[in-house]
């Protein structure tokens, strides 16, 4: 089990949900290995029932909930009860203390019994359950939607509380491996902020030990992985790793995904936006541009585990099967730093809200690449607005400690001037982002952050 960290806010929102003065009802969900069932047990601890379903049919697991219930409600399974309604006004009546009932991979129950939204609506509606608190989880992120996002839904709007779970910060993972920010960096670009991933990793010695018999062993525990997320998710497991595994390999653009699956672009317009509600996929447009508006706009792999699966995983198969880890691990030793150089790149940008460079709040850092004077193509890492729009942060970033100040302050200043935006602000702020800025001699005009400044900041 892994050491439970961070969810903080989570477990706040509970707090406050469950020790209200009625009764609560609320609804977990988010990918599966994400760590909502840790969460929920950690939460409830000897103060709930926890009930976790399967696939068998609705009377087994109403008899399996009753044999839960009794292990705080003694002889409570010695009744048949014939419904799910029966049951949960039984729980009602049987307890007079406040409890919280858990009722995890929701989806399995409804499958066995389609009724049960409807059942459960009646017991809310009609508040028949003032004894204890209702939380429903599950991992199909898709199917949890409908059931209770969906506006036809029975159970659409009844919830006091609505949680999707998401990935945890790399933060928490360097303080898991008691690790450099560095190690870090380079273990978030293959794992995430998926806490089973991590606890996957902490059951190997090294990293290298991790990857090859977890993932590039054929019978590894994570060599499937996304088939499996996607039979969770999707109704289509097919069309969503066909284009996954293509923006993973540089199809960017959907008109390029479009043409290698031989297909309209508008066929992709539902499965790219379903991709990205569900945390696979995430949409770039450069600095300025609105997303709607957007002709530029290009699809990357949001998730670092997919990511690093779809570039080294899925295209090694056959080498994978036969078994040649010698030859793939020649391979991946080439690439491997282009992927931390970009997943490096991808954290700093996403720490620029919470880090007040300069005394300043900033609002979301984009890249901007293109040409603006319709002559030379530039691309800049980090541009960034202060939220009083009267700043600018623009900054590169460096998967190396080994660079000439000098030259990209020379660089970014050249790459602003054709970009043509400075005169609209009060203020230009540079900065530098490295691995490690310990040896690099610090100008007064410039802000240089490393990953220990960027792995603390995003926590």
């Not at 996403?350 to 002559?375: E, F, H, L």
Request: net charge neutral; glycine share 4%; proline share 3%.
């Amino acid at each position: 089990m892994i050491d439970f960290l961070d969810r903080i806010d989570e477990r706040a929102t509970f707090d406050r949900l469950l020790n209200k003065e009625e009764s609560a009802f609320a609804i977990v969900y988010g990918r599966r290995r994400i760590g909502k069932s840790a969460l929920l047990k950690n939460v409830i601890a000897d103060k709930g029932i926890y009930f976790l379903a399967d696939f068998t049919e609705k009377s087994m697991q109403i008899n399996m909930l009753a044999k839960a219930i009794a292990n705080f409600i003694p002889d409570f399974d010695q009744v048949i009860y014939p419904t799910w309604e029966s049951i949960l006004r039984a729980l009602d009546n049987s307890t007079k203390t406040r409890i919280t009932l858990v009722l995890d991979e929701f989806p399995y129950m409804v499958h066995a019994a389609p009724e049960l939204p409807s059942v459960i609506q009646k017991i809310v509606d009609l508040e028949l359950k003032k004894n204890y608190n209702l939380v429903l989880c599950g991992s199909s992120q898709q199917m949890m939607r409908e059931l209770f996002l969906g506006t036809t839904s029975p159970l659409y709007g009844r919830a006091d509380s609505v949680l999707n779970i998401s990935a945890m910060k790399i933060f928490w993972l360097k303080e898991y491996l008691n690790c450099s920010a560095i190690e870090a960096v380079k273990e978030y670009a293959t794992w995430g902020g998926v806490p089973r991933y991590w606890e996957i990793r902490k059951n190997y010695n090294s990293y290298e030990e991790a990857i090859h018999y977890a993932v590039f062993d054929k019978n590894g525990i994570l060599a499937e992985e996304p088939m499996r997320l996607f039979l969770d998710d999707m109704r289509s497991a097919v069309q969503a790793y066909s284009i996954v595994n293509l923006v993973g390999n540089g199809n960017h653009r959907i008109s390029e995904i479009a043409n290698k699956l031989e297909k309209p672009t508008t066929h992709f317009s539902r499965p790219m936006s379903n991709l990205i509600e569900m945390g696979y996929l995430r949409k770039e447009v450069p600095f300025g541009e609105q997303e709607k508006d957007s002709k530029k706009s290009l699809y990357w792999i949001s998730d670092p585990f997919l990511n690093f699966y779809m570039q080294f995983v899925a295209s090694n198969k056959s080498m994978i099967e036969m078994g040649l880890w010698s030859v793939i691990k020649k391979q991946l030793d080439i690439k491997i730093p282009h992927l931390y150089a970009n997943v490096w790149e991808e954290l700093v940008r996403n720490a620029i809200p919470y880090s007040s460079i300069g005394g300043i709040d900033w609002s979301m850092a984009y890249r901007y690449w293109g040409k603006p004077d319709k002559v030379n193509e530039i691309e800049i890492d980090v541009l960034a607005e202060s939220y009083d729009k009267k700043s600018l942060l623009i900054g590169e970033v460096k998967w190396s400690s080994s660079v000439k100040i000098s030259e990209i302050l020379a660089g970014l200043r050249y790459k602003l001037a054709i970009l043509g935006i400075a005169n609209r602000y009060e203020s230009i702020h540079i900065a530098i982002f490295v691995m490690d800025k310990s040896a690099i001699k610090k100008e007064d005009s410039i802000y240089i952050l490393d990953c220990e400044d960027v792995v603390s900041i995003l926590k």
